[in-house]
């Protein structure tokens, strides 16, 4: 991962990837590595979070790190949270099933953002005290992030959601892979084989959850306005505004 976080950031630094890039996001490897909270994301390359793996990170990235999720309950104290923050890189909670007093002391280190919430946990949970809600309740302190192709939330519980936040923390990501905008098919991620189905929904070989998104931006904001309503001002700010003031990125 080291390796991989250096490349790349080599390739941003050297304009080799275009100048629409302005850093990474980190998401993991401190996250939470139990069955359906750990997602697409390798169970065996979990760790809890420590100050030293977190200046490792930053080390490899030449300055190019401007969001990281990571699982709060791996993160005893929020002192990995705090040492992002610190250095004013923002913090998202994700692939966690962090409890209510974990998540606040989270919040109080720094946290600022949920990473697309609905996913990266089990298709069962408890109907009234899990991540969902619990995140939900922090919607007051909390940006929150959706992935909008329609397949990883279906259309009403989006709408559902959006009810439940205000517009200016509401951030929408692609979750893209590379097999986004190629349609239906087989494709490698990560040492996997994803399935891209008619619909355009990328599933893991064991077709139990998602493996990332194949639905390009354009297409969301098309499902977005034709199925859910939303606005021209609403996408500009889920879309553009939301993040980049969360981010510290200036025009």
Avoid at 78 to 99: K, N, Q, Y
Avoid at 141 to 148: H, K
Avoid at 151 to 172: M, Q, S, T
Avoid at 183 to 197: F, R, T
Wanted: charged share 20%; proline share 5%.
């Amino acid at each position: 991962m080291l390796s991989r976080v250096e490349q790349i950031s080599g390739w941003i630094e050297r304009g080799e990837v275009g100048n629409n890039i302005p850093g990474l996001h980190i998401e993991g490897p401190f996250l939470n590595p139990v069955d359906g909270y750990i997602g697409a994301h390798p169970k065996d390359a979990a760790i809890p979070a420590t100050v030293q793996r977190a200046a490792e990170l930053l080390d490899h990235s030449r300055g190019l790190v401007k969001l990281v999720t990571l699982a709060p309950e791996v993160d005893p104290g929020g002192l990995v949270t705090r040492f992002f923050t610190d250095r004013g890189i923002a913090v998202a909670a994700g692939h966690s099933d962090a409890s209510l007093d974990q998540l606040e002391s989270a919040i109080d280190q720094g946290l600022c953002l949920y990473t697309h919430l609905g996913n990266g946990c089990p298709s069962n949970l408890s109907r009234h005290d899990n991540i969902i809600q619990r995140v939900l309740h922090f919607s007051d302190r909390l940006s929150i992030s959706f992935i909008a192709d329609g397949h990883h939330v279906p259309g009403f519980a989006l709408a559902n959601y959006f009810r439940c936040i205000e517009d200016d923390r509401i951030i929408i990501v692609t979750d893209a892979i590379s097999a986004a905008g190629l349609g239906p098919g087989k494709y490698e991620l990560a040492g996997q084989m994803v399935e891209v189905d008619e619909e355009g929904a990328a599933w893991a070989p064991c077709r139990t959850h998602y493996a990332g998104c194949a639905t390009t931006f354009p297409k969301m904001i098309q499902f977005l306005k034709d199925k859910l309503r939303v606005t021209d001002q609403q996408i500009q700010a889920w879309f553009h505004e939301n993040p980049k003031r969360l981010l510290g990125i200036t025009d």
